[in-house]
């Protein structure tokens, strides 16, 4: 029988048969949009946070793994990796950036991703990594298995996105990225983000 209702992008889609192999994305954004979108964490639909500040735009598709969650688990790896700042995870899902070749027009969709990697970034000591991850079956970014055997120019414009995009020019910046981490590690932030989301079900049922 179908489902009349839409399914919440979050909570009632699954985060993929294979995790952390092979993931679910929801899109949330993606390279042309000039104001950011986010999912509205209680109704499921994409709403507006703020317009873009500047003519940077995101490098790839941005979104979140379903069924995941920054919490402790994600906040005690980090700090265990070396980011020694981190307090607390951000208390939102996952973020990932999916590379791809191919355009795509528009955000809330839902696509099939592999981890390759991801930064390690802090932003006011709270744990918000950014997983890295090639569309499936992309016939150019497919050929990447690690985030080590990408041109070094798309990791950098990744990072100079994250590290600038809240900024005005002159602010010290609010966010820092301590690492940039292989898939193995990617794999034990995203398997560490579905255990704080257990968590977070869990603590929401008591």
Known sequence: MINPYKAHPW??????????EQVTVFVEI?????????ID?????????????????????YGFIPRTYSGGRVAEFARAQGATAVVRGDA?????????????????????????GGLCLIDKGEADDKIIAVMVDDPLYRQYSDIGQLP???????????LTYKNLPGEPLTVQITEVYDR????????????DYQDLCASSEQ
């Open 11 to 20: 909570h009632g889609v699954s985060a993929g048969e294979n995790i952390p």
């Open 30 to 38: 993606v390279s042309s949009d000039t104001v950011k979108y986010e």
């Open 41 to 61: 964490k209680e109704s499921g639909f994409l709403k507006i946070d703020r317009p873009q500040k500047y003519s940077n735009t995101i490098p790839s598709l």
């Open 92 to 116: 939102d899902p996952l973020d990932i950036c999916v590379l791809t070749s191919h355009h795509i027009p528009h955000g809330n969709i839902l696509l099939q991703a592999i981890p390759i």
């Open 152 to 162: 070094e120019a798309i990791t950098d414009r990744l990072k100079h996105y994250f």
């Open 184 to 195: 193995a590690a990617a794999h034990q932030v995203i398997l560490h983000s579905v255990m």
